[in-house]
């Protein structure tokens, strides 16, 4: 019996994603907390605006190969999908370190956001493809802690540079990152619940290949597009991603401005906190979703529904806190929820999406987020350099309130995973 026969296998699928997903959060996330260090040598990078304009180019880009990354990840193997993505991300992470103008990061960060793109749908439709079962909000939880966790040591970006230099932060990240590619191409294993819409036999012709995987996806596209769920999953999901990219593109900047302390602090006390409770929101709202979930089916919508209510008073709280209490406070009860509420985004589309679709249903719903979160992005931006920061951050709050009712009134599931 060989190693993926093995019982355990599946959870041994999450743990090797679980560090994949903490490279994925941690190349993109110190690039917020080194700005003051790289502005010393790239002196555009000393505008926000300016550096807003790089945060979002990575945003647009990540958004744009989104749904063309699930449509992949539906019809390859997404094992190789995953490593692919890991190499090549983790090779421009290395190069950013050798960048010397304020294009060739612009350039870098785009093309990093054309790699990452590639992971999240192939990972999560894989991770549900082992767990099929009463463990699904779980397994998917305890993966989305590893992206929390590159948040947090990615918030520490500043802190190594000053002890290093940017330039040496980027360049060991980077090296972790294709080093760690080799192990997943040792111990990861594909696993599809149906077959491959695209997996033809070696007889068949181009052309015939080609005319089928195209019906394949217009029909995959058709079913998702007139399904009123999916529109409010897609809602409720984008809605929620804007706060999500706020608070990572911008926090330790706010945190900075608002609490007149260093970035070296601000960037850790911003990520930090946010990732610990999401951490600890993601390993109660799993098994509570999953517990809950066996009892009344739209378990997984109420654990998830909580967490939003959560995050909105939170928002509140960061754009108008004056002390350290209140940022810390903040971030805690803003984590906590978009832990209940991340952990079971995947599980509550597999209720309404059938396998053969999620990578394609998950990509588009990455590609609204990332869209909306770009624009927040460059206004919040904007709204920095005129000291009106905390505004966008209630306007968030308030956007949260209609993703709330949206999730609560319109998606009445009939099963845990659709097939």
């Known amino acids: 019996m060989n190693l993926s026969q093995k019982k355990f296998y599946p959870w041994l699928v999450v743990a090797l994603l679980w560090v994949v997903a903490l490279l994925n959060y941690m190349d993109r996330q110190m690039l917020s907390t080194m700005r003051d260090a790289m502005a010393v040598d790239i002196s555009d990078l000393e505008s926000k605006v300016m550096f807003g304009k790089i945060m979002a180019a990575f945003m647009w880009i990540y958004g744009l190969m989104s749904p063309i990354s699930g449509i992949v990840a539906d019809r390859v193997s997404r094992k190789w999908l995953i490593v692919i993505s890991l190499a090549v991300w983790s090779t421009v992470t290395l190069l950013m370190g050798y960048a010397s103008t304020y294009d060739e990061i612009y350039w870098l960060r785009a093309a990093m956001g054309v790699s990452e793109a590639l992971y999240i749908p192939a990972a999560l439709s894989l991770i549900a493809d082992y767990f099929t079962g009463k463990q699904l909000s779980l397994a998917v939880g305890i993966h989305m802690t590893g992206l929390y966790m ?188 978009y832990g209940l509420f991340d952990a079971n985004n995947m599980p509550i589309l597999c209720q309404f999406v059938a396998s053969r679709s999620r990578g394609t249903a998950y990509g588009i719903m990455n590609m609204s987020g990332l869209f909306i979160g770009a624009i927040a992005t460059n206004v919040l931006g904007t709204l920095a350099d005129k000291g009106l920061m905390g505004v966008g951050f209630v306007f968030m709050a308030g956007a949260l309130v209609l993703a709330l009712l949206a999730q609560l009134f319109v998606l009445k599931p009939t099963t845990l995973n659709k097939e």
């Open 150 to 337: 590159g948040q947090a040591v990615g918030g520490f970006g500043a802190f190594v540079a000053a002890h290093l230099s940017w330039q040496s932060t980027f360049h060991w990240f980077g090296i972790v990152g294709i080093v760690y590619a080799f192990v997943l191409m040792l111990f990861l294993s594909e696993k599809r619940t149906v077959a491959a819409a695209g997996q033809q036999t070696a007889q068949t012709s181009l052309g015939s290949m080609l005319r089928e995987n195209l019906t394949a996806i217009s029909r995959s596209l058709g079913m998702l597009l007139t399904c009123v769920a999916y529109w409010a999953i897609l809602f409720f999901f984008a809605t929620s991603s804007v706060p999500g990219w706020a608070t990572k593109n911008w926090l330790p900047t706010l945190f900075a401005d608002s609490l007149g302390i260093d970035m070296v602090w601000a960037g850790p006390v911003a990520t930090i906190t946010i990732a610990f409770a999401s951490f600890i929101g993601v390993m109660v709202g799993g098994p509570m979703a999953d517990r809950w979930s066996r009892k009344h089916l739209k378990g997984r919508i109420y654990t998830s529904s909580i967490g939003l209510a959560l995050m909105i008073p939170s928002l509140v709280l960061m754009g108008y806190g004056t002390s350290l209490v209140a940022a810390v406070g903040a971030g805690i009860l803003f984590g906590f929820g």
